[in-house]
């Protein structure tokens, strides 16, 4: 029994790895062409900003109730391709943002005389697992209405949130910073 559910495992990782590729049509999460191609998310410059409850707002349940209370079969199905839009457009802001910050990070770490394997590790699976986590929400907001991933959508929020934060706090013994880093 226990020889089956790591096949199985494996197949679903894999499975949902092969989804993410079709889903994104060959565009990394992280390409900023790709995720400014219409303008709808800018993503040079500063960390975007948002509001602290964008997060509720988008995958309320009130929203999708009240266009649905309008009987208008028209405007939900716009409502639900407009909302899911934005929610992929927030999934990808997510991703870009830690995707720069660890690449600032691997930039700064480069010149250290002296790493910290053990935390350069840790490190690397709280990063991995931020972008097996958008990568899974943007599947699922194709094929899932947005209020029922308010929980992982807050989750994730809070996750990139912490991550990000931490960031100046990875300081490498060469003396810079991921955000030093990025200015040479």
């Excluded at 790591?6 to 990394?28: E, N, Q, W």
């Excluded at 839009?85 to 870009?96: D, Y």
């Excluded at 480069?110 to 699976?125: I, P």
């Excluded at 992982?152 to 949130?161: G, H, M």
Aim: proline share 4%; with cysteine.
């Amino acid at each position: 029994m226990i020889g089956l559910i790591i096949p199985c495992a494996i197949a679903v990782v894999l499975f949902l790895f092969l989804l993410l590729l079709f889903a994104t049509s060959g565009k990394s999460l992280t390409d900023q062409n790709f995720l400014e191609e219409k303008n709808e998310f800018p993503i040079r410059g500063a960390k975007t900003p948002r509001p602290p409850d964008f997060v509720q707002r988008l995958f309320s349940r009130e929203d999708w109730e009240f266009v649905a209370s309008l009987r208008s079969d028209s405007l939900l199905r716009i409502f639900k391709k407009e909302r899911k839009a934005v929610g992929l457009q927030w999934v990808r802001g997510i991703a870009a943002e830690i995707s720069r910050a660890m690449q600032a990070h691997t930039r700064a770490a480069r010149r250290s005389a002296d790493l910290r394997v053990a935390g350069e590790l840790q490190l690397f699976y709280r990063f991995a697992g931020l972008r097996i986590l958008c990568g899974l929400l943007v599947i699922l907001i194709g094929f899932v209405d947005l209020p029922t991933l308010l929980n992982v959508a807050t989750r994730a929020s809070k996750l990139s949130e912490d991550f990000l934060k931490a960031q100046p706090e990875l300081k490498v013994e060469s003396g810079t910073t991921p955000s030093t880093a990025l200015d040479t």
